[in-house]
């Protein structure tokens, strides 16, 4: 990603609408861009602003709900999550705690 382009993706994060967001979840998710997928994975685990960290993790949650699977992983491992060997604590999800509780 060319520097203008960094500054568009930036420019979007920052001012951008739910539409901006889209736009850059769907470019996330069709673009084999390694640059993009370590900048908006990078700034969530930043020390940038709190807002524009938020906005990063709705275009992570929205290219992961875009319907491929492949993609979704790809989030969730570069997230640290049950899918990555990173992950700290993998612990039960929503609907495991919730078959848990009806058990009782």
Do not use: Q
Request: hydrophobic share 40%; aromatic share 2%; proline share 4%.
């Amino acid at each position: 990603m060319d520097r203008v382009g960094l500054r568009s993706v930036a420019g979007l994060l920052l001012y951008g609408d739910s539409d901006s967001t889209d736009r850059v979840a769907h470019d996330l998710a069709t673009r084999n861009d390694p640059h993009m997928w370590e900048l908006v994975v990078g700034t969530i685990h930043s020390d940038e602003e709190l807002p524009v960290r938020i906005r990063c993790l709705e275009v992570l949650a929205k290219a992961a709900s875009s319907g491929c699977e492949e993609t979704a992983r790809a989030i969730f491992a570069a997230l640290g999550g049950a899918d990555s060997a990173i992950h700290p604590l993998k612990r039960p999800g929503v609907l495991a705690a919730a078959e848990k509780e009806g058990e009782r």
